[in-house]
């Protein structure tokens, strides 16, 4: 699998890129928050998927560490309550995808959430579920 060039381009196996700069300031903040959901949804962490998430906080331009260290705790502190249940976890990942309104963005965001739920080789199916109502909201 091919990650997050810093130029602020993401490339996935599936061949989406994510363009940074077509995504307004607050899309951006909705991907990452929706990437860091999608990492923290069944537990299994892994360093690809944190790797690709720093990749993706430098490309958005934090550049320094430990300018991403803080973007990174804010949006895990943000995101913390949603992951205590199911429930929780989709509606703000509804939420979150609300703010991606063209059908370009709506695919690009799906296919970073599903590569991040991807990454640890093992889909849970709460994740599986996740990824069923993301498809669904964005009509793929």
């Known amino acids: 699998m091919t990650g997050i060039s810093i130029h602020g381009l993401m490339r996935y196996a ?3 890129d994510i363009v940074l700069t077509d995504f307004s300031a607050a899309q951006q903040s909705a991907l990452f928050d929706l990437l860091i959901l999608a990492m923290y949804a ?3 962490l892994t360093t690809f998927a944190d790797g690709q998430l720093q990749k993706l906080l430098a490309a958005m331009g934090c550049i320094e560490a ?3 260290q803080r973007a ?3 949006a895990v502190t943000r995101m913390g309550p949603a992951v205590q249940s199911s429930y929780k976890a989709k509606e703000q990942a509804l939420l ?3 703010a991606f309104t063209t059908r370009a963005h709506q695919k690009q965001a799906f296919a970073a959430v599903e590569q991040i739920m991807t990454s640890d080789n093992h889909v849970s199916a709460w994740e599986n579920t996740l990824l ?3 498809r669904m909201k964005f009509r793929l």
């Open 14 to 16: 599936a061949g989406m």
């Open 42 to 44: 069944d537990g299994h």
């Open 66 to 68: 430990p300018d991403r």
């Open 72 to 74: 990174f705790d804010a």
């Open 96 to 98: 979150l995808a609300g």
């Open 132 to 134: 069923m109502e993301l």
